[in-house]
Structure formats: structure tokens, C-alpha cells
T-cell receptor, first 114, second 115 residues
């Protein structure tokens, strides 16, 4: 059973461009979480999605950031008009159900904004 | 609101010795879960151990054990017989039991294992 997959692993964008980060959860997992890790900090929750639904987006910046988890295909975290402060590692995690003791992380996408 | 505090930015330990990484938490929830993750220099997040707030026994996973003191709201990670490969960042996190698995992370502790 393949683990959580994220691509790309590294992404470089110029200020003002768009960044699209993809997350393929483990097989059979319908719950996806996105976290952001700024340099030298812990992970911060951004958004929680179930298939086709955003359940909790309390950690998402109000502007430029959006997330989706369509019926078919990976979950996408989209950052429009990136700024230098968006440079961070973005982690996706998945779980088979909304249980508190199971969450599997992907390897992360390192976004660098130049 | 939930909060995790890790007061040790950096720790070092001699190979083969035990080390304790501190974690205190704050929550008004009656039921919650506590996690420890390891992040090596390669960057991935590796799950180490989980403790539920109603678990009567401290969790153990191989060389990892969680020293859970509910009254003191602490969930320290103990690594026995340290190995060079244990050098990494370690994060403590918590979630609500009964809800979805939104994790709140501490700032982390960087552990260096010396030969």
C-alpha cells in the first residue's frame, strides 16, 4: 500500500505566480489535512477536507489560498499570486476516517518564492 | 483553545544513553490525543507514538515511551538507548478525541546524538 504522495517535492515560483500542490492520499483514505511549516517552526493546520467537501478551513489565509478534494483525483492546495512569505514546507496527511489516532503524512512540498 | 509547549529548542545526548524531551499542553477538552513525530533532515514527518487521554498505561513503541502525567498536563517523550540516527527535530502534537484529527503542534526540539 503506497503511502501519502505529494508532488512536486520542490517547487520554485516567482512572486505573483501561482503554485499548485498535489496530494494523493493513501488508498481508501477519504480525509485529507493540509499543514504549513515555516522555517524553524512547527506545523500549522490549514484545512481539512473530505471528498468534495471542505470541513474546516480555519487555518487558511483568507486570500489567495484555496483547497479542493474532488471526487476523482488528488487534493489540490492552490496559492495564487505567491509572495516571499509563502515560502514554506506544505504537508498533506490522510486518514481513513475521522479518528484521532490515525494520520499519515506525505513527504511534503517545499515551496520557494523568489 | 489547545496549545502545545516544547521548552527545549535543542538537546544533545551521548549515544546509547536515554533522553527525555519535554512537552506540556493546555486544553479544556476532557478527551484528547497526544502524538510525537520525528522530522529528520530529509524533512518527512515520521509518527512515533500516540497516547489517548483516557489510556491508563503510558504508551510504548520500541525504544520510545511517552511519560504521560495528566494532572501536570505533560507528555514527555523518552528515547532509550539513543542512536546516531535519532538526531532530528521532534514535535509534540495534540488532537481532540471524537472529532476529526486536526493536530496542534509544538515548536519542536532539535535532538543531537553524539558518538
Amino acid at each position: 500500500n503506497a503511502g501519502v504522495m505529494q508532488n512536486p517535492r520542490h517547487l520554485v515560483r516567482r512572486r505573483g505566480q501561482e503554485a499548485r500542490l498535489r496530494c494523493s492520499p493513501m488508498k481508501g483514505h477519504s480525509h485529507v489535512y493540509w499543514y504549513r511549516q515555516l522555517p524553524e517552526e512547527g506545523l500549522k493546520f490549514m484545512v481539512y477536507l473530505q471528498k468534495e467537501n471542505i470541513i474546516d478551513e480555519s487555518g487558511m489565509p483568507k486570500e489567495r489560498f484555496s483547497a479542493e478534494f474532488p471526487k476523482e483525483g488528488p487534493s489540490i492546495l492552490r496559492i495564487q499570486q505567491v509572495v516571499r512569505g509563502d515560502s514554506a514546507a506544505y504537508f498533506c496527511a490522510s486518514s481513513p476516517r475521522a479518528r484521532e489516532d490515525e494520520q499519515y503524512f506525505g513527504p511534503g512540498t517545499r515551496l520557494t518564492v523568489t | 483553545a489547545q496549545k502545545i509547549t516544547q521548552t527545549q529548542p535543542g538537546m544533545f545526548v551521548q549515544e546509547k544513553e536515554a533522553v527525555t524531551l519535554d512537552c506540556t499542553y493546555d486544553t479544556s477538552d476532557q478527551s484528547y490525543g497526544l502524538f510525537w513525530y520525528k522530522q529528520p533532515s530529509s524533512g518527512e514527518m515520521i509518527f512515533l507514538i500516540y497516547q489517548g487521554s483516557y489510556d491508563e498505561q503510558n504508551a510504548t513503541e520500541g525504544r520510545y515511551s511517552l511519560n504521560f502525567q495528566k494532572a501536570r498536563k505533560s507528555a514527555n517523550l523518552v528515547i532509550s538507548a539513543s542512536q546516531l540516527g535519532d538526531s532530528a527535530m521532534y514535535f509534540c502534537a495534540m488532537s481532540r478525541v471524537g472529532g476529526y484529527n486536526k493536530l496542534i503542534f509544538g515548536a519542536g526540539t532539535r535532538l543531537a546524538v553524539h558518538p
